[in-house]
């Protein structure tokens, strides 16, 4: 009887330690496939190409901005000059303007004078000095 007592014990023992190996092996598999959606997720490395790749980037974004803004300067640069070039060219029409004008004024007066020239001798003299 005693070999028969045994035997449910060994068999417990049996059943157990299978169910733990299982229960053992279950855990394991979990905290593999924990670990490698862990390392999925959270530790993903920015690995140093990348981060040249991405400062290389914003090196070409500055640069073009720089750039946009250095032709920008450039264009109103030059439609400064073309503004007062042409403000310069006005003032110059307008002040030839105004000396002809003056000087109309006079030819004028000269003209009239000698379509009315004396026909005698004491406005001759007066006469040939304006021609």
């Known amino acids: 009887m005693a070999k028969e007592k045994n035997k449910p014990k060994e068999r417990n023992k049996n059943l157990e330690n299978e169910t733990f190996n299982e229960t053992f092996d279950e855990d394991i598999a979990k905290d593999e496939n924990d670990i490698q959606d862990s ?6 490395p920015i690995d140093e190409m990348t981060a040249l790749q991405n400062e290389l980037e914003e090196a070409r974004h500055k640069a073009e901005e720089n750039m946009e803004g250095w032709q920008r300067a450039q264009a109103e640069f030059a439609n400064y000059r073309k503004r007062t070039d042409r403000d310069r060219e006005q003032v110059q029409e307008d002040q030839t303007a105004r000396i002809i004008l003056r000087f109309i004024d006079i030819l004028d007066d000269l003209d009239l004078a000698l ?8 406005g001759e003299e007066w006469a040939v000095g304006v021609e």
Do not use: A, G, I, L
């Open 39 to 44: 390392s999925d997720e959270e530790f993903e």
């Open 115 to 122: 379509k009315n020239r004396p026909t005698e001798k004491q």
